[in-house]
């Protein structure tokens, strides 16, 4: 059978069973809606919040992006695990005795404050709106490589089969369906991570095969073979770092303490019975993230010694049919600099920006574009993305593995998506209108306005993921600096410190909150030019601001809190309260 | 005991706090440490195929971070049952638990 109806079958499939889970799963009130009424077993909570986590930008385009930048991709690596540890060590197990429904509840009360409440709400908001742009995106690309429908139609139906589940199910549908999409998903992940490794080192461990030699009866390690690949094209070693030491600190402290900021993995642990499940489930979610973080870099050598091999030298009329069809969706692009009809593949870019393509094709049939080109020596453009769907056809696997790859990359998205929309669509019905707004609404009112918001937010991501604004990339070290210095010191000061007070933990925010914004928008939009290593503040980039962003909110508010007066008994109360795990399933929302 | 404000509580909290961060300061050192600010110098080692400083960044400091939850999630396990906070000893918690799978 052919890639794409075997695509179609898989992806109809998983599809089916979505939408089979979210009818059995449905939600009967806010309860269910906002935190599956509270009963989640801890393993299915750890596959969800792995499945939550893992967002097409992990599934799609890390192990791309560590394909092409070797070393410093692991500020990825760790950064988007090692949140995990200060999550599971210093939030979850607090936060899920506190016993609500959102991270601005735990705002709002903590600091007695609806000023505060609403920063964390706007915050929220932008946050998963950043994120959800990327996810829609994500779904538009499968859909339109590999079951050739365009992107708007591919949007919409993802739209389509998310609606149907997050609206109906609320969060109980969505964990479930999220159980699983991680199965699809790390199953898609592996079972070509597994075929690679298997076809050049012999080791069926990609993790192992990673360290072993290459079968190609040179008998040399993968990664020392790769050293010697990109340094002969002209880029730097594999295994040697671009980036600076601090530098590489400040993005790595950014993005861990980001991702135990991020509110639709905090709103996971809500969902669980008790405090002790709340910890081991964010074990439980490491183990499940850790099993695609750590074959990610593994895939990422083997698709950069695999990519040099073919394209490198080849001529452009004999490259196999994968080449040709990214081509087709804009992703890669040819430029035959001195004409010769084969492919140079060599450190630079070969022309300035993205391709605009021409309708018109070239001499040798590849299509034409309009950029203006660079004196190096490069002539192919490859966009970052492509390298894990691309990545099974340039190893030349069976079509069944493409198709099953094209299925994990929709669920990675869609999982995603859901948990996101979720958290936008509890802030607007449950923080905004329940707790500052419209408080006398009933129960089945809350519930209403929570799925019309869901509806909602569903439209406005499928318009951003139709016509993507060109600031989503920027925008992600955004989401995460914002995290970082705006909730991360809040929550943790709150749980830690009986002594931190409303006007402390406000100024701490604020703070926080307009230096990383400032920083990040000065050199992403302002002044791009500058955007460069000698002009940073001691050489940390707008992606790792968040960490100083963070030290100052915790300054700021320790500073202040010693001026103004301390919190009120019952404040201090219930901090001593949410510190003693016994008694949490009786909180106080039952 | 059970009152939050009782010398148990305060002897609990201290016990947790070092608890945590004893397994932060291991969390910082084979991350921020081993894998970025020593990485260099752990590249001169030989690791199986990897530079060691490598390994550590794109492999070994996650298998860290998994053990140290696990690690966290016993010790603070045994210290709830050492202070009678556990949710065991909770009789409303576990009538109110939905049943497990």
Not at chain 1, 569 to 584: E, F, L, S, T
Request: with cysteine; hydrophobic share 50%; aromatic share 14%.
């Amino acid at each position: 059978m052919n890639v794409q109806t075997l695509t179609f079958i898989f992806v109809g499939f998983t599809f089916a069973v979505y939408i089979g889970i979210a009818i059995w799963s449905r939600a009967g009130n806010t309860d269910d809606f906002y935190v599956a009424g509270g009963g989640v077993p801890p393993l299915a909570n750890g596959m969800a919040t792995a499945a939550d986590w893992m967002s097409a930008a992990s599934f799609i385009s890390m192990a791309g992006i560590i394909s092409f930048v070797g070393r410093d991709g692991a500020v990825y690596l760790m950064g988007w695990t090692g949140g995990y540890v200060l999550l599971a060590l210093l939030l979850a197990p607090y936060l899920r005795k506190f016993g609500k429904y959102t991270v601005p509840d735990f705002v709002g009360d903590r600091y007695y404050s609806n000023v505060a409440r609403l920063v964390a709400v706007v915050c929220v908001l932008f946050v998963s709106f950043t994120y959800v742009a990327g996810q829609m995106r994500g779904v538009g690309i499968v859909f339109s490589r590999f079951l050739e429908v365009d992107i708007t139609t591919g949007v919409m139906i993802g739209m389509g089969i998310v609606f149907f589940y997050a609206v109906l199910g609320g969060m109980k549908g969505i964990t479930y369906t999220q159980v699983a999409q991680f199965c699809v998903l790390i199953f898609a992940f592996l079972v070509p991570a597994i075929f690679i490794s298997m076809m050049m080192t012999g080791n069926p461990v990609p993790q192992l095969g990673f360290g072993s030699t290459l079968t190609d009866g040179s008998n040399i390690y993968v990664l020392d073979k790769l050293d010697q690949l990109s340094q002969d094209l002209g880029f730097e070693a594999y295994t040697a770092g671009n980036k600076s030491t601090i530098d590489v600190f400040f993005i790595t402290a950014a993005l861990m303490v980001g991702t135990a900021g991020l509110p639709h993995v905090i709103v996971r642990f809500f969902t669980v019975p008790k405090v002790r499940d709340a910890r081991v489930s964010a074990g439980y979610a490491l183990v499940f993230i850790a099993i695609l973080y750590t074959t990610a870099p593994a895939l990422a050598s083997f698709a950069r010694v695999n990519l040099i091999n073919t394209v490198n030298n080849a001529e452009y009329k004999t490259t196999p049919a994968w080449f040709k069809n990214w081509e087709n969706t804009n992703l890669i692009a040819w430029v035959d600099k001195n004409q010769d009809g084969k492919i140079q593949y060599t450190a630079g870019k070969a022309f300035r920006g993205k391709p605009q393509f021409l309708e018109e094709r070239g001499l040798k049939g590849e299509r034409k574009i309009s950029n203006s080109s660079t004196n190096n020596h490069n002539e192919l453009y490859i966009d970052r993305d492509i390298m894990v769907l691309a990545n099974p056809e340039i190893a030349g696997l069976p079509n069944w593995v493409i198709a099953l790859v094209a299925a994990g990359g929709l669920a990675a998205a869609l999982s995603t998506a859901a948990g996101l929309l979720l958290v936008i669509s509890t802030s607007i019905s449950h923080d905004l209108l329940k707790k500052m707004f419209m408080p006398n609404i009933s129960d089945k009112q809350e519930l209403l306005f929570a799925r019309l918001a869901a509806a909602f937010a569903i439209i406005i991501a499928g318009y951003f993921g139709i016509y993507p604004p060109g600031f989503v990339a920027q925008v992600v070290a955004f989401a995460f600096g914002l995290a970082a210095s705006s909730f991360f010191p809040i929550i943790l000061m709150g749980i830690f410190s009986k002594r931190m007070n409303k006007e402390g933990a406000v100024a701490g925010m604020i703070t926080g909150l307009t230096f990383t914004a400032s920083y990040i928008v000065y050199f992403k939009f302002i002044n791009p030019v500058a955007n460069t290593a000698e002009s940073w503040w001691f050489g940390i980039s707008p992606e790792g601001i968040g960490t100083l962003g963070m030290i100052f909110n915790f300054m700021i508010a320790s500073l202040i809190c010693r001026f103004t007066a301390p919190p009120p008994q019952a404040i201090k109360d219930m901090v001593d309260d949410i510190r003693i795990p016994r008694g949490a399933a009786g909180s106080y929302h039952h | 005991m059970s009152d939050s404000h009782s010398p148990e509580a305060k002897a609990y909290w201290k016990e947790n706090i070092r608890i945590v961060l004893s397994l932060l300061a291991i969390w910082f050192s084979v991350s921020f440490g081993m894998a970025i600010v020593f990485a260099d110098a752990l590249d001169n080692i030989r690791f199986f195929g990897f530079k060691l400083g490598f390994w550590m960044a794109q492999q070994g400091s996650i298998y860290c971070f998994v053990i140290l939850i696990f690690v966290y999630v016993y010790k603070m396990n045994k210290l709830d049952h050492k202070y009678g906070v556990d949710e065991d000893s909770d009789d409303l918690a576990d009538n109110e638990t939905p049943p497990k799978k």
